[in-house]
């Protein structure tokens, strides 16, 4: 064998590709392995066979360097260098090998059997009484749901379509309108009041899904909880001027 010269740097930064990973993933390699060691370390990352796997060199734009075919040889006697491309062709292994998962058997379980485990989540919930499983926080947050559904109901009665409002959601500025509508609606359940806001600061012309609650110009219009309403004397914005505005 003849003499083989290392580079100085005993390490080299490469993408390593194969014919089952196109993608690649990067890994570092010292020079001072044999290729036939580096093979057998590429086997998990490839998925191809040290046997049957054919090394090439190509630089970091795809293009052909050399062929790297002799086991013996160092990797450092080659002309592979930081950000180069090393790649396993092992016609062994299909293209589609370890990422076509039609292919894979699925593991399912029934409703019945799933409810029988102890090492599910489900089984954990159930054993420290979480979420669903936690009938005295179940009951409370029905309660409070009750609790909210009537207060909106309740508040809902003192709002009429016509009325003049101020519409104040988190999160959101403050707005002016008048009331359209109050009701059921089809999008959601729960009473909701339909706004004409004074300004295009809406979502709609009172048209949602394709049911039309109340009439006004596109992009006045909106829907909102009885609770962000409160009705009054609120004059339309536009008509709100400063007594040093003209």
Same mark, same amino acid.
């Given at each position: ?64 360097? %050399? ?36 292919? =894979? ?59 003049? %409002? ?12 008048? =009331? ?59 008509? %709100? ?6």
């Amino acid at each position: 064998m003849a003499e083989i010269t290392v580079s100085s740097n005993p390490l080299v930064s490469v993408q390593v590709t194969s014919t089952a990973n196109p993608y690649g993933v990067e890994r570092r390699f010292e020079r001072g392995l044999t290729i036939s060691v580096l093979k057998t370390k590429l086997e998990l990352i490839t998925g191809a066979f040290a046997q049957t796997m054919k090394l090439s060199a190509f630089t970091a734009e795809n293009k052909f360097v %050399c062929a790297i075919d002799n086991d013996d040889a160092l990797l450092g006697s080659y002309p592979v260098d930081d950000g180069m491309i090393i790649h396993a062709e092992d016609s062994s292994v299909r293209p589609d090998e370890y990422s076509d998962t039609s292919k =894979v058997e699925k593991f399912e379980l029934s409703e019945e059997e799933y409810k029988k485990r102890q090492d599910s989540v489900r089984a954990f919930k159930e054993r420290n009484k979480l979420g669903r499983f936690n009938e005295e926080e179940m009951k409370k947050k029905e309660e409070e749901l009750k609790a909210k559904k009537q207060e909106e109901e309740e508040k809902a009665k003192n709002i009429h379509v016509g009325d003049r %409002c101020q519409v104040s959601v988190p999160g959101q500025p403050t707005r002016r309108g008048a =009331v359209k509508y109050v009701g059921t609606t089809d999008f959601k359940p729960g009473i909701w009041v339909g706004i004409q806001y004074d300004e295009p600061h809406g979502k709609n012309d009172g048209t949602v899904e394709g049911r039309k609650y109340f009439e006004c110009p596109p992009k006045y219009g909106g829907f909102v909880r009885p609770s962000h309403v409160e009705v009054g004397d609120f004059p339309e914005e536009s008509l %709100c001027i400063d007594d040093d505005e003209m």
